[in-house]
């Protein structure tokens, strides 16, 4: 599917459930895709990507800002406290800030550097053992927390279980931004974009709907 033809979806939803043509972003997630399609898609104009992980960033996006300046990179990975100093000079936004350890140390260095990307939490709506992010339950109060340490707190993150139903997820991401005062929604991937549009998604992540399925070698 072209990367044009996924934007005209993400439209037509927005406009079937009365949001503005715009508000949904795309974040084009190109982990472990080769530079050259990489680069084809920013030849298309698309100027948002997503990285899971900072050394691989690390290694891609400098040289391509030298050609494309306007280009915006966000982490969606999990974040190691070790590697923050590098991700607040790489990348204009986290969507991984899961726990207090990593909110301490994000702050202490915002103090420290003078700038800090736009923080998503990560919530764990399902409750999924191996999935990383603050469960439901506490999410107000690591909200509290977060915004005590003057983190710019613009949004909230999840990945819904493989195995249940999307919408539902979403829609529980949802009442936990309305009631905290929220209004950033990372929510979506290729599979279920247009599902979560329909709940208020501000910004969607896809990445082999667009690049074609990854090689991981």
């Given at each position: 599917m072209s990367l044009s033809e996924i934007t005209a979806k993400i439209e037509k939803e927005e406009i079937r459930t009365g949001r503005t043509p715009g508000s949904a972003q795309l974040i084009a997630v190109s982990k472990v895709q080769p530079n050259d399609r990489v680069e084809a898609v920013l030849r298309e104009g698309h100027r948002l990507f997503?990285?899971?992980?900072?050394?691989?960033?690390?290694?891609?996006?400098?040289?391509?800002?030298?050609?494309?300046?306007?280009?915006?990179v966000h982490l969606l990975g999990p974040l190691q406290t070790n590697k923050a100093r590098q991700a607040m000079d790489?990348?204009?936004?986290?969507?991984?800030?899961?726990?207090?350890?990593?909110?301490?140390?994000?702050?202490r260095l915002a103090q420290e550097l003078g700038h800090c990307p736009d923080l998503f939490i990560?919530?764990?709506?399902?409750?999924?053992?191996?999935k990383a992010g603050v469960l439901p339950k506490d999410a107000d109060d690591f909200i509290k927390e977060c915004r005590a340490l003057d983190l710019p707190i613009v949004g909230l993150m999840a990945i819904p279980p493989a195995d249940e139903e999307a919408s539902l997820h979403f829609a529980l991401l949802r009442k936990i931004a309305e009631r905290n005062g929220i209004e950033g929604l990372s929510m979506g991937m290729s599979g279920d974009y247009e599902r979560a549009i329909a709940q208020g998604a501000t910004h969607v992540r896809v990445g082999s709907a667009i690049f074609g399925a990854r090689d991981y070698g």
């Open positions: 997503g990285e899971n992980k900072v050394q691989e960033a690390a290694g891609k996006w400098p040289a391509f800002r030298e050609q494309f300046s306007d280009v915006k790489l990348f204009e936004a986290i969507h991984s800030l899961d726990r207090p350890k990593l909110a301490n140390t994000l702050a990560q919530v764990n709506t399902g409750e999924e053992d191996q």
